[in-house]
């Protein structure tokens, strides 16, 4: 049934002309297809759809409209070729899918390749019931430094292209900004806010053993101080977390990440090796993890304010229509 | 039953043609990087679908329980969620520049206006 709603909401995404529509649809898509994932035993990723793709992505898209506005074109021609190439791809997709093994087959080729010795050994060798968290950290520690490093140089792109809001105080945003005139509004704020980088925290320290980690714990903070942004203006938020400090975050992270694999080859193992940092193994694996975990979330708290700061920022250019 | 046993793939086969063709036939580049986005969730949604095991439950190993979904889709997929929203912002802040110097967001205008130069 959760299906045939991501169908329903991707269609009327593709159907609804105003863009402001379309976000707020996609924004509805990203939950769907967030419970859908935790009914497919997923919870990790969704919790980090729930926030990334229904928090942030609609915040940024919000952002853009603003800057672009909100109305699409009529299209000069008709769609019929993409639509036949979309079909053809669909359709030649699910002729494949004829050939993989069922659903939920316990017997796929899936798992039987290293899926069985993660979960049989990661508790033994790491300590860690989560599974996703063991195998992020520490098994495949590689990739999860390979795409912290891809965060932190889309964060890098954003602040060339766009500044970190710096350039744009010549706007009328100097004075505050934001809703501040709405009480209930800044009452609810003040009430939530608190909880939210608390929740952050929790999610943060927790991940070892239930689901989370340093990549949801990063969003779900920035989404705390986007949230304060919203309410209070983008002159107070910047007097509460300076566009120098996150830039400061956003390398930090990354530095603390690529300093934990060397601190492992100064001790006298590999490259990411955590075995040697304790004398007990276990324990170099907790601290491993740990820090790593640490770096993987400043890095992606940074970026994302420093995202979002550069979106709010940007002053919309006379000529632009609302 | 094994008719409907590949629901969930085909579905996400229909999401990415759905993505896809937003991004070929829609002008406006705000809606082809919806669609983009789109099209990243199917992939999602197959890679989950495959790590699934009827009967099982989420990866986080604790006593009682025997069988557990396959983690390593989990990871993948993670990651590529936070990259996937990072790539997003970057598609975006070169729309807000290409709004800056064309006046428009529209794919059509942006080629007729480069034609005249």
Known sequence: MLLV?????????????NLFAVVVLSGIYSFIMATQLTVLDAVDVAMT????????????LLGT?????????????????????????????IYGTLGIPVFGDPSGPIHQHVAPRYLQEAVEATGIPNVVTAVLASYRGYDTL??????????IGVILLLGMGRRARYGAQGQGGGMQEYLVLRVIAKLLIPFALLFALYVQFHGDFGPGGGFQAGVILAAGVIFYTIIFGLANAQRLVPPRLVEILVALGVAI???????????????????VLD????????????????GVCITVAGVMLAIFFAFAGRRRRPDAKS | MTFI?????????????????????????VKKLVGLAIFQTSVYLLYISAGKIIGGTAPIIAQGLAVYSNPLPHVLILTAIVVGVATLALGLA???RIKEAYGTIEEDDIHSQDEER
Not at chain 1, 49 to 59: D, K, L, R, W, Y
Not at chain 1, 146 to 155: D, H, K, M, S, Y
Not at chain 1, 279 to 294: L, N
Not at chain 2, 5 to 29: D, E
């Open chain 1, 5 to 17: 709603l991501l169908l329903a909401s991707a269609l009327a995404i593709v159907r609804a002309r």
């Open chain 1, 49 to 60: 759809e729930a926030s990334v793709g229904a928090g942030i992505s609609t915040v940024l």
């Open chain 1, 65 to 93: 409209l603003y800057l672009t506005g909100s109305e699409e074109a009529a299209p000069g021609h008709r769609p019929v070729l993409p639509l036949l190439v979309a079909i053809a791809t669909a359709g030649m997709l």
């Open chain 1, 146 to 155: 390979g795409e912290t490093t891809v965060i932190f140089t889309a964060g």
């Open chain 1, 257 to 275: 990440y690529a300093l934990v694999g060397d601190i492992g080859l100064l001790l006298g193992g590999n490259y990411l090796d955590y075995f």
């Open chain 1, 279 to 294: 004398r007990d193994p276990v324990h170099g694996q907790h601290r491993g993890v740990f820090w790593v975990e640490a």
């Open chain 2, 5 to 29: 046993a590949q629901f969930n793939y085909w579905v996400a086969m229909a999401l990415l043609a759905i993505g896809l063709y937003i991004v070929i036939a829609r002008g406006n580049l």
């Open chain 2, 94 to 96: 070169l729309v807000v």
